[in-house]
């Protein structure tokens, strides 16, 4: 049973912007921290964003500080993802996340509950 559905994933250039979204189940936005993480080519995945259930705590690893802002629409069961000033070491396969305790805060892999399908991000130079 699919619960989390990505979408938003593409090719684009070199300091564009591009926007991840991930919709999921009322049960999962009711209750859910939600984060993005990414796993590049050669490397192993690992934590981008989070986002508290209420929205009102995030969490950034210092690679995306200032260039991407995760943010969540409950109304909508969706978390978002704006990333801008992209750079071709942000290309990675982007996944969406649910943490059932509610935090934001970084968790490992296997302690997320559900997890949407990856999404090919791409940068070129």
């Known amino acids: 049973q699919v619960q989390l559905v990505g979408s938003g994933g593409g090719l684009v250039q070199t300091g564009d912007s591009l926007r991840l979204s991930c919709t999921g189940s009322?049960?999962?936005?009711?209750?859910?921290?939600m984060a993005w993480l990414r796993q590049g080519p050669g490397k192993e995945r690992g934590f981008v964003a989070g986002i508290s259930w209420s929205g009102g705590s995030t969490r950034y690893a210092d690679s995306v500080k200032d260039r991407f802002i995760i943010s969540r629409e409950n109304a909508k069961n969706t978390v978002y993802l704006q990333m801008t000033s992209l750079k071709p070491e942000d290309t990675a396969v982007y996944y969406c996340a649910a943490d059932k305790y509610g935090r934001s805060q970084p968790r490992k892999d296997n302690e997320y509950e559900y997890w949407g399908q990856g999404l090919q991000v791409t940068v070129s130079s």
């Open positions: 009322a049960a999962i936005f009711s209750n859910y921290g």
